[in-house]
């Protein structure tokens, strides 16, 4: 069977293949919504990080309560503790962050300043 690209003007053809390409590379670039993905992995991490410190505070409390009959005490100490863990570990992930732009900050200087 006769391929029906033969038949077109190699012009025409070459237009086709230019609006293709074009039209290809526009949808390639999307720098901004890789970095809104990123910050937003960012924001949920720390969410997590939080979250997660509550709940083992709040899980060993209660299993301390049941254990030695306390009910309250232990609980609402641990609730404490598990959010000041929750905290300290999400400043240092913002701290780790902050390093690394400062790093890319620095490299991208670099490289504005050899050019």
């Given at each position: 069977?006769a391929?029906?690209?033969?038949d077109?003007?190699?012009?025409r053809?070459?237009?086709?293949?230019?609006?293709?390409?074009q039209?290809?590379?526009e949808?390639e670039?999307i720098?901004h919504?890789?970095?809104?993905?990123?910050?937003?992995?960012?924001?949920?991490?720390?969410?997590?990080?939080?979250?997660?410190?509550?709940?083992?505070?709040?899980?060993?409390?209660f299993g301390?309560?049941?254990?030695?009959?306390?009910?309250?005490?232990?609980?609402?100490?641990f609730i404490?503790?598990?959010?000041?863990?929750g905290?300290k570990t999400?400043?240092a992930?913002?701290?780790?962050i902050?390093k690394?732009?400062a790093?890319k900050?620095a490299?991208d200087?670099?490289?504005?300043?050899?050019?």
């Amino acid at each position: 069977m006769a391929n029906p690209l033969d038949d077109l003007p190699q012009d025409r053809l070459k237009a086709l293949e230019e609006r293709l390409a074009q039209a290809r590379g526009e949808v390639e670039e999307i720098p901004h919504m890789k970095k809104d993905y990123a910050q937003a992995n960012l924001a949920w991490r720390m969410v997590i990080e939080l979250v997660a410190g509550l709940g083992i505070g709040f899980g060993v409390g209660f299993g301390l309560d049941r254990l030695l009959g306390t009910m309250p005490l232990f609980l609402v100490i641990f609730i404490f503790l598990g959010l000041a863990a929750g905290v300290k570990t999400m400043l240092a992930s913002a701290k780790e962050i902050e390093k690394q732009q400062a790093a890319k900050a620095a490299l991208d200087e670099e490289d504005r300043r050899g050019d």
